[in-house]
């Protein structure tokens, strides 16, 4: 595979650009090689700067469901550029997601639009704090809600890959209010209630953690959360920008039943343009200002590209059956990595959720950061490198998620079956 052309670009980007990227784990530092530099994409294929085609299942970290360029979605962002970039005033595209985003979640009664799945979990746990009048808030090791200062303490991805388990710049007396518990522990939620119940603000969670890998949390866990909040007067906020329109019309609450008081979204509801929400019950969200007191803005919130592109896809969504299609395509795919596994005897644990999978190298059951922790990185980037080597492109870091999205046919399964069983004939 050659690589000229994005290891000059990559050169370049080192000089003018801290790690040559704008996000870590682009940098490719954990599978031990120079990051890809991408020109273009459609469907469930991506091409580099050299011209190497590769099938992806990184989906931009989660945005692409229906895969890269869908016709509707560029259609969509096309007609809207015609008639305005954005307007710095309402648009009627922000009220229409509004009401498809409150319709998909019954817990979400209404819901403000910002840019990136950070802000909304800034915002998310300022309006529970000022809800409350409390400051501390539980956070999950291995968990990732973004680079606010309040969640960089034990943090998922990049972080996680980094090794790092604080950030320089972030003042104590802000992670000071953070309180670190387990995830999928429900007894070191319980402890922390012991110790602090009075001065906590809210739980927030990932319901299915995707970035320390994919992580299921527990019925008995997530159940539990809800009840600890419900007992000390605390609220429960999901972060489902991940998981927001990912494994269902919905979130990981419409399909467990389980209710939180503010949800986070992103990802998804932008259709692939900078997007992110949090929402909740009236009571809460009218706090917000200019209804209520808590501070929060954006010049390009409710961005009318990002509206056409997000209303687009949400409609696609929710008008066809590609949930099921994924479920059936993701369970084939995955089943065929095992048996390639099993079939030379290597230790592995893969788990899949919907159209969400990850496959560490461990003998062990992986449940939280710990666990996780404890699985072969080394392998995972080695075996990244050699399936990279044959066109398929997955995250370029272990503690991340893959995503099939409606644009991977049964063919290109067949194709990344038959791709990583070369792969793993080299690294015997
Ligand atoms: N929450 C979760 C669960 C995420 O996975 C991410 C990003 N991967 C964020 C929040 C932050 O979103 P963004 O990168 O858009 O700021």
């Known amino acids: 595979m050659d690589t000229t052309k994005s290891d000059q670009l990559y050169e370049k980007a080192l ?46 970290w989660g945005p692409l469901i229906l ?34 985003i409150c319709d998909a979640f019954p817990s979400i009664e209404k819901v403000r639009m910002v840019n990136s799945g950070t802000e909304a979990t800034m915002s998310a746990i300022r309006l529970a704090r000022a809800f409350t009048g409390r400051n501390k808030i539980i956070k999950f090791e291995g968990c990732y809600h973004g680079h ?47 110790q602090s119940g009075a001065d906590i603000a809210a739980i927030i969670v990932e319901p299915v953690a995707g970035n320390m890998g994919l992580i299921p949390g527990t019925r008995e866990f997530l159940v539990g959360l809800r009840e600890l909040c419900n007992n000390y007067g605390c609220l429960l906020i999901f972060d489902e920008v991940i ?32 997007v992110g929400a949090y929402g909740g019950k009236k009571e809460i969200m009218d706090l917000v200002a200019p209804q209520g007191e808590v501070y929060q803005a954006g010049t390009l919130s409710g961005n009318p590209l990002a509206m056409a592109a997000g209303l687009a896809t949400l409609k696609i969504l929710r008008d066809t059956d590609w949930y099921d299609r994924m479920e059936v395509i993701s369970y084939f795919l995955t089943g065929k990595i095992r ?8 230790y592995y644990v893969i788990k899949r959720l919907g159209s969400m999978f990850c496959v560490f190298f461990t003998e062990d059951e992986v449940y939280d950061y710990e666990s996780a ?11 990244y490198r050699e399936v990279l080597q044959e066109g398929i492109y997955l995250p370029p870091a272990q503690f991340e998620v893959s995503f099939v999205s409606c644009a991977h046919e049964l063919e290109d399964i067949y194709q990344t079956v038959a791709a990583i069983e070369r792969a793993l004939d080299r690294m015997k």
């Open 148 to 194: 606010a200062d309040a969640f960089l303490i034990k943090a998922g991805s990049g972080m996680l890959t980094a090794g790092s388990q604080l950030s320089p710049g972030v003042p104590s007396a802000i992670t000071g209010e953070t309180i670190l518990c387990r995830y999928n522990d429900l007894e070191s939620v319980e402890e922390a209630f012991r």
């Open 373 to 383: 922790m404890k699985c072969d990185t080394q392998k995972y980037a080695r075996f």
């Open 67 to 100: 895969g890269h360029s869908h016709p509707e979605v560029v259609q969509a962002i096309c007609e809207c550029a015609q008639e305005g970039t954005s307007f710095g005033a309402t648009c009627s595209k922000e009220i229409e997601m509004a009401e498809l």
């Open 15 to 60: 000089q003018l650009m801290p790690g040559g990227v704008n996000s870590p784990v682009r940098a490719f530092h954990s599978v031990g090689r120079s990051p890809l530099i991408m020109k273009k994409a459609s469907g469930c294929r991506i091409i580099d700067e050299d011209d190497n085609e590769y099938i992806d299942y990184v989906g931009s």
């Open 339 to 346: 048996s390639l596994f099993e079939a030379r005897g290597m």
């Open 243 to 274: 998981t927001g329109f990912r494994l269902c019309y919905g979130g990981v609450q419409n399909i467990t039943g389980i209710v939180p008081d503010l949800t986070t979204l992103g990802k998804i509801i932008g259709g692939g343009l900078p």
